[in-house]
């Protein structure tokens, strides 16, 4: 089992940066895939960005290319996402996630670890 914390989350006003972290621990060797999925009160949670915790192979949902940016620092078991040019729409609860294999990195249900969340707010 993998164990994530999240930092970083906050309040800023649109057009603004936040950058989120996620530290691993424990059983870290396993995982293959780290993610941030994001959820907005009364929606279902959703994909946001994932990166190939070996090879550095990056994805993006289409609501957040161009705007944020995932890496890793594989030394430091932690990755990071970089939010810029936030919108209000981007408003939601950020939960880092690991997975062991390498399909489906878009699905939540291919994750086998998740943080406790940490939210982000973005005023108009």
């Known amino acids: 089992q993998v164990q994530l914390v999240e930092f970083g989350g906050g309040l800023v006003q649109a057009g603004g940066s936040l950058r989120l972290s996620c530290a691993a621990s424990g059983r870290t060797s396993s995982t293959e895939i780290m993610g941030w999925f994001r959820q907005a009160p009364g929606k279902e949670r959703e994909f946001a960005a994932a990166?190939?915790?070996?090879?550095?192979?990056?994805y993006y949902a289409g609501s957040v290319k161009g705007r944020f940016t995932i890496s890793r620092d594989n030394a430091k078991n932690t990755v990071y996402l970089q939010m810029n040019s936030l919108k209000p729409e981007d408003t939601a609860v950020y939960y880092c996630?690991?997975?062991?294999?390498?399909?489906?990195?878009?699905?939540?249900?291919?994750?086998?670890?998740w943080g406790q969340g940490t939210q982000v707010t973005v005023s108009s």
């Open positions: 996630a690991a997975a062991s294999r390498t399909r489906g990195v878009f699905s939540a249900f291919e994750y086998d670890s």
């Open positions: 990166v190939s915790w070996r090879g550095g192979s990056e």
